[in-house]
């Protein structure tokens, strides 16, 4: 049986994206799952994403990590579906669509996507650091020179912590660059390594930002090393609302293999 897929890539964070209208992929696989994602013996990505259908929205994202396990919530992957969906006949410039944590709605520009995030009530200090969970948990550490830090190094001895080893956390490093503007890159879990950009991480470093009051601006532009991603928000007394995490998105290619 032959399966078509598209890749697409949100500042450097690429995924594999199915159509899985008729759920006739066998997501149960996870072997087969990280042998597509894997970089020399399949087609490689960070993660891979089957569009379903829902009976409550305009299609269900199913997200799994490199290592073919089910992800939580992915902001690229969410804003690269939605691209996916636009250029397949699913939606025309605005979606509602199901996610793990619930329904997210998003509008294409051109070929930049408008995601809302669902809303955070809580940032936890940890130590210097902080915690903030946006659809998926962020550890979030700041450094004053990143372009030759050691990701990979400290971020693995982070997210590998008898405090994190069994469920895993995300480890975002951030350097303030102004009162708007930071720098961040990211280790991730289930890929296990660093990614050019992290949709969530993003996210939860604008809020830490402005919660650690780096910031007063609640629309920041964030630097990764795969591209420039926007966060809007609002607050109230019990956190942040209105999360939009913005930027660009691009089809890489079309292809089919042999299952």
């Known amino acids: 049986m032959k399966i078509k897929f598209q890749k697409y890539q949100g500042t450097g964070n690429d995924f594999i994206i199915i159509n899985n209208e008729s759920l006739n992929f066998p997501q149960k696989n996870h072997k087969l799952i990280s042998r597509l994602c894997d970089r020399k013996l399949g087609i490689g ?5 089957l569009i379903c259908p829902s009976e409550n929205s305009d299609y269900e994202m ?36 199901n996610a793990c944590d619930g329904n997210h709605s998003a509008t294409v520009v051109d070929n930049k996507v408008f995601l809302s995030m669902k809303d955070v009530l809580s ?24 372009d030759d830090f050691d990701v990979f190094k400290h ?25 708007s503007e930071f720098y961040v890159r990211t280790y991730e879990r289930g890929v296990e390594m660093e990614t050019l950009s992290c949709g969530t991480g993003v996210t939860a470093v604008a809020l830490a930002m402005y919660h650690l009051e780096k910031t007063k601006s609640k629309n920041l532009k964030i630097n990764t090393n795969g591209g ?32």
Do not use: W
């Open 45 to 49: 990505s960070d993660g891979l994403i």
């Open 62 to 97: 199913v997200y799994f990590n490199s290592d073919g396990n089910l992800g939580s919530m992915c902001g690229n992957g969410a804003r690269c579906s939605v691209k996916f969906a636009q250029n397949n006949n699913f939606i025309k410039n605005q979606t509602i669509f």
């Open 123 to 146: 940032v936890k200090a940890y130590g210097k650091d902080l915690i903030v969970n946006t659809g998926s948990p962020h550890y979030i550490q700041i450094v004053e020179e990143l």
């Open 155 to 179: 971020g693995k001895i982070i997210r590998n912590s008898s405090e994190f080893k069994k469920q895993g956390i995300n480890v975002n490093f951030v350097k303030v660059i102004s009162d």
């Open 228 to 259: 420039v991603l926007n966060v809007e928000f609002t607050t109230n007394n019990v956190g942040f609302k209105n999360i939009i995490l913005s930027g660009n998105v691009e089809l890489v290619y079309d292809g089919e293999f042999i299952l």
